[in-house]
């Protein structure tokens, strides 16, 4: 059980490049998060999903993308990068029901725009 | 009304001391409060958990007291060890209802334990 994988782990972006973030699970889990972590600020939620076809914007949705068609995977879209989105990137994933409190992260992925 | 408050930003503890983290929330719609830690370089992972129902949950050396009334809950950490120097995150989940289980996580506290 390998969990939840991320790659790549570390990425450094020019300004209005664009990419895409990979993040699987393997855990049959229905929900999945992407957040990103600044300094001292948290984790807030980019985009969610509760399974595969379904997606909602979360806190800061703005110059991201995401899309959902297998249950297992749930990548991430940075299209024209901005400075502002130098961060670290997590993907999470829970079961449904009771037990999505309990959440699942993956090792992250580092991003540098320059 | 969705934030989670936390306290204090960061602290440094003795080897063998006691550290206190402290949240507060607003929304009592929030149904489950877990605790996660985080190691430099990895993901956050789930610690200890506890219900608005219990006023207290211990897990080995790791303690969650929770006021209800006054929308307060914090972690107690008995014995600290180096080992427990990381970053703790405080959430609040809100399960079913009309929007989708979400975790609502504080800024977190960044612990170092000195020997």
């Known amino acids: 059980n390998a969990g939840v994988t991320q790659t790549p782990k570390f990425r450094i972006l020019k300004i209005g490049q664009s990419m895409t973030l990979q993040c699987t699970q393997d855990m049959n889990h229905n929900y999945m998060y992407w957040y990103r972590q600044d300094p001292g600020m948290g984790l807030k939620l980019i985009y969610y999903?509760?399974?595969?076809?379904?997606?909602d914007k979360g806190e800061v949705p703005n110059g991201y993308n995401v899309s959902r068609s297998t249950t297992e995977d749930f990548p991430l879209r940075l299209e024209l990068a901005a400075p502002s989105q130098t961060s670290v990137y997590f993907c999470?994933?829970?079961?449904?029901?009771?037990?999505?409190?309990?959440?699942?992260f993956g090792p992250g992925t580092r991003l540098t725009v320059t | 009304q969705q934030q989670v408050k936390q306290s204090p930003q960061s602290l440094i503890v003795q080897k063998g001391g006691i550290s206190i983290i402290n949240c507060a929330y607003e929304?009592?719609?929030?149904?489950?409060f877990p605790w996660y830690q985080q190691f430099p370089g990895k993901g956050p992972a789930l610690l200890i958990a506890?219900?608005?129902?219990?006023s207290e949950k211990k897990e080995g050396r790791f303690t969650i007291s929770f006021n209800k009334s006054a929308k307060q809950f914090s972690l107690h950490i008995m014995d600290s060890q180096p080992g427990d120097s990381a970053t703790y995150f405080c959430a609040a989940s809100m399960m079913g209802g009309t929007s989708y289980d979400k975790v609502i996580f504080g800024p977190g506290t960044s612990l170092s334990v000195i020997p």
């Open positions: 999903s509760v399974g595969a076809g379904i997606t």
């Open positions: 999470a994933s829970s079961p449904s029901g009771q037990g999505a409190y309990e959440q699942y």
């Open positions: 929304n009592t719609a929030f149904d489950y």
């Open positions: 506890i219900r608005p129902d219990v």
